[in-house]
C-alpha cells in the first residue's frame, strides 16, 4: 500500500474522541434523499449482481438501526437546519424524503448497542463536504482540516496525472 493510501485512509478516521456524545447526529439521519418505502423497497428485492447484493444488504442493515420519523414536520422540531440544508443540497421537496433516527439511543442519547454497532456508525462521521454536521459538534474542525488534506492529495495526483507523470505503478508503490 502507498504511503499516498495509508495517509488518505489515515484522514478518513477521526478520533472518536472528538465525539461531545449529545447524540444529535444519531437523531438526524439522512439516506441519500430516499424515501422510506424506497429504501424498504432496496432491503426487500432479489439482488441479480453482487453490486445490488452489496446495496440490499446496506438497506437492511440500515433499517435494523435506523426508524423512520412520522413526518418531515416532526423531524423539524428536533432539527429545523438539517432538514433545510439536505433538501436544498439533493433539491428534494419534504415529501420526496424520509428522514430517519437511532432507534437503539437511551433517554440520555447514549447508544445502548455501542460496543456492537454496525459498521457505518463506526465510520461516521467521514470527512467530506456533503457531510452535515450540527452546531457544536467536536468533529467538525477537524473533518474539515482532514478534507482539505484529502483534496490536497486529490488536486497534486490529478497535476502529476495531467503532466503524465503519474502511472499506475507509481500510484500503487507511492513512486512517482
Known amino acids: 500500500m502507498s504511503d499516498i493510501t495509508k495517509r488518505v485512509e489515515e484522514l478518513m478516521k477521526l478520533p472518536q474522541s472528538l465525539c461531545n456524545g449529545c447524540g444529535k447526529c444519531c437523531y438526524a439521519i439522512f439516506r ?72 437503539y439511543l437511551d433517554s440520555q442519547n447514549h447508544c445502548t448497542i455501542h460496543e456492537d454497532r454496525p459498521n457505518f456508525c463506526r465510520m461516521y462521521p467521514i470527512p467530506s463536504p456533503r457531510t452535515y454536521f450540527n452546531p457544536g459538534c467536536g468533529y467538525k474542525e477537524q473533518a474539515e482540516k482532514n478534507w482539505a488534506e484529502i483534496q490536497s492529495i486529490i488536486d497534486r495526483l490529478n497535476d502529476l496525472e495531467n503532466k503524465g507523470r503519474l502511472s499506475d505503478e507509481g500510484a500503487g508503490n507511492g513512486n512517482h
Not at 58 to 87: C, H, I, Q, R, S
Not at 94 to 102: L, M
Open 32 to 103: 441519500g434523499g430516499m424515501l422510506y418505502e424506497e429504501v424498504l423497497a432496496l432491503a426487500t428485492r432479489l439482488p441479480v449482481n453482487e453490486e445490488e447484493a452489496k446495496m440490499t444488504e446496506g438497506a437492511k442493515d440500515f433499517l435494523t438501526v435506523f426508524e423512520p420519523y412520522e413526518t418531515t414536520e416532526v423531524m423539524k422540531k428536533y432539527n429545523e437546519e438539517f432538514v433545510t440544508k439536505t433538501l436544498e443540497h439533493f433539491g428534494k421537496k419534504e415529501n420526496e424524503v424520509t428522514y430517519f433516527k437511532c432507534r
